[in-house]
């Protein structure tokens, strides 16, 4: 089998105005979606964040992968590290390094590829299932009134109550508590987790409070400041939380200042931005900074490398939980995938998945049940692409006008000279 044909779509889908510690989301969110064809005429699917950077390093990658088999992917990575150049993280919230994510798509359009070619679902090529069901938690976000795209949001009748707590402000705890309950009742997440980092911090910690009291103690709660609290704000604010959170990730910025937290706070800290590459890995077991790491195979550079990831963590006794980011469909598949391929996947993932809902271009989108998706057991991924649906959304792309992501900017749309901070409170 080899690649004759490769396909970047890039694609907007509305996202409302949710707030985080580098500003606001735009109305929409950009995803870019890869297809490579087979051959023998299989279509292998991969998504990734959308942007002008990382897709015209897509479109060089994919001048020199055709003819390539894809069961090569040891071939097929050492291309990409040739054609690759230097790039970093950011400060920003988000991972902002281009070809990270570009490994990431071709691999996973790969083993769908492969899956396909053999009539085995991914998760059987990536060692088979150590779970049948992977569970996610509910994400909440402050967020402004309103929501994303031109024609507002949301397309499932069924989801009415939901529907209304997005379209409401969450600015005040009950905000908060009012967008968990209707998201819990309509997808039966079993964990919580809260985007932190946009508001005073006694505001957040007491969003977090109110939680505990409307759900209860059986209820798994997770506060993520973004990294962009002071270490003595961070050690205050985790105090009044311990025996209340489940963990707490990103607090402060780096692995020391996470080493600081760790020492003086009595809750697993959890890293998405302190540790985000196996280049970071000895400063990790150096500082003892975190107890837990979130794995993303967007991130990471794909199934094979989160797979190592895990093992580190196994021998390093780091627990493992899953990031996520404004992702469809695909991402959503290749995630569960993954998770039901670790063993040691020792917490809810993430996912934003709901913020999405109803704009995906699946003919048939996971469904959650009591917050779990079942593992697709259909060849490849299990998943079958809308075509017409693509095509719409890729137009929705060219109308939008936007071709990277800039919550500061966002920001200062709704408060003019509003400008990022790395450390704000």
């Not at 070619?117 to 994400?139: H, W």
């Not at 379209?167 to 967008?179: F, H, K, P, R, T």
């Not at 975190?290 to 963590?313: P, V, Y």
């Not at 469809?328 to 809810?348: E, K």
Request: net charge negative; glycine share 10%; with cysteine.
């Amino acid at each position: 089998m080899q690649i004759s044909e490769i396909h970047v779509t890039p694609v907007a889908v509305p996202d409302p105005p949710l707030l985080n510690a580098a500003g606001l989301h735009a109305p929409y969110a950009l995803r870019l979606i890869v297809e490579l064809v087979s051959d023998d005429g299989l279509s292998g699917w991969g998504e990734i964040p959308g942007g002008e950077a990382t897709r015209a390093a897509l479109q060089l990658a994919t001048e020199h992968l055709i003819g390539m088999n894809p069961w090569g992917l040891n071939a097929i990575f050492a291309l990409l590290e040739a054609l690759a150049k230097p790039d970093e993280r950011g400060a920003r919230p988000w991972d902002q390094r281009t070809w990270v994510h570009v490994r990431s798509a071709i691999e996973v359009a790969c083993y769908d590829l492969m899956g396909l070619s053999v009539g085995r679902p991914v998760v059987d090529l990536l060692g088979g299932p150590a779970r049948e069901r992977v569970p996610f938690a509910a994400y909440l976000f402050y967020k402004y009134e309103g929501a994303g795209g031109e024609f507002g949001f949301g397309r499932d009748e069924s989801a009415m109550g939901w529907f209304a707590a997005r379209q409401e402000a969450a600015l005040d705890s009950d905000g908060i508590v009012a967008q968990a309950q209707a998201m819990v009742e309509h997808y039966g997440f079993k964990s919580i987790k809260l985007k932190g980092g946009a508001f005073e911090p006694q505001r957040e910690v007491d969003a977090i409070l109110a939680l505990r009291e409307a759900f209860g103690p059986d209820v798994p709660l997770r506060l993520d400041p973004n990294a962009i609290w002071h270490v003595d704000t961070a050690i205050a604010k985790g105090r009044q939380l311990e025996g209340v959170l489940e963990y707490y990730e990103d607090p402060v910025r780096g692995q020391e200042n996470m080493a600081a937290v760790a020492r003086e706070v009595d809750i697993p800290l959890a890293t998405n931005m302190c540790t985000a590459s196996f280049a970071d890995l000895p400063g990790s077991v150096a500082h003892q900074s975190e107890a837990i790491i979130l794995s993303d195979h967007h991130f990471w550079g794909g199934f094979r490398a989160s797979l190592d990831l895990a093992r580190l963590c196994q021998v390093f006794g780091r627990g493992m939980s899953m990031h996520s980011n404004s992702h469809l469909g695909i991402s959503l598949a290749a995630m569960t995938h993954l998770a039901a391929a670790v063993p040691n996947l020792t917490y809810d993932c993430d996912t934003h998945y709901p913020w999405q809902d109803g704009h995906d271009f699946l003919v048939e989108p996971l469904p959650f049940e009591d917050g779990a998706i079942t593992v697709p057991r259909g060849a490849g991924l299990g998943i079958e692409v809308d075509r017409e649906r693509l095509a719409q959304l890729h137009q929705q792309y060219l109308a939008c006008g936007l071709t990277e992501r800039n919550d500061e900017v966002e920001m200062q749309k709704v408060q003019p000279g509003w400008a990022f901070k790395a450390t704000r409170w």
